[in-house]
């Protein structure tokens, strides 16, 4: 399991480092970057407690996976946006906003719920 978070880890940091490659001079960009800045830093708090209480990971793994599969999918469009032209740029954006306001919430409730389950 622990290879496992460790791939994770690994995967969201390359696409950090993707996100903050980008020019990032909209207030669009700058949303993105703090909206994956911010989810990333959430799952690897929600991996850090995994690690401590491996127990509580066999019970939420399953939504930490949907989690990542969020972001990842994101990460996905934001890179489809990046190599398009104007019109389907626009609707790359309305993806993005999409995932962000119903899946990368999900996220905050995960890591509220495991650092509830914890204390």
């Known amino acids: 399991m622990i290879d496992k978070f460790n791939q994770i880890i690994k995967v969201n940091q390359d696409e950090l480092t993707y996100i903050k490659s980008r020019d990032n001079s909209s207030s669009f ?16 708090n929600i991996l850090l407690i995994f690690s401590q209480y491996p127990l509580m990971a066999n019970n ?13 999918e994101l990460i ?3 890179k489809k946006m990046d190599n398009s032209s104007f019109l389907i740029k626009k609707y790359y954006q309305l993806r993005i906003h999409i995932i962000g306001k ?17 204390k």
Do not use: H
């Not at 970057?33 to 990333?40: F, K, P, Q, R, S």
């Not at 939420?60 to 990842?72: F, I, K, M, P, V």
């Not at 899946?103 to 719920?113: A, G, P, R």
């Open 76 to 78: 996905s469009y934001i």
């Open 102 to 118: 119903t899946q990368i919430t999900k996220i905050k409730k995960l890591l509220n719920k495991v650092e509830g389950e914890n």
């Open 29 to 44: 960009d700058k949303k993105l970057l703090g909206t994956v800045d911010t989810a990333i830093n959430r799952i690897n």
């Open 60 to 72: 939420t793994e399953q939504e930490l996976y949907q989690c990542q599969t969020a972001l990842s």
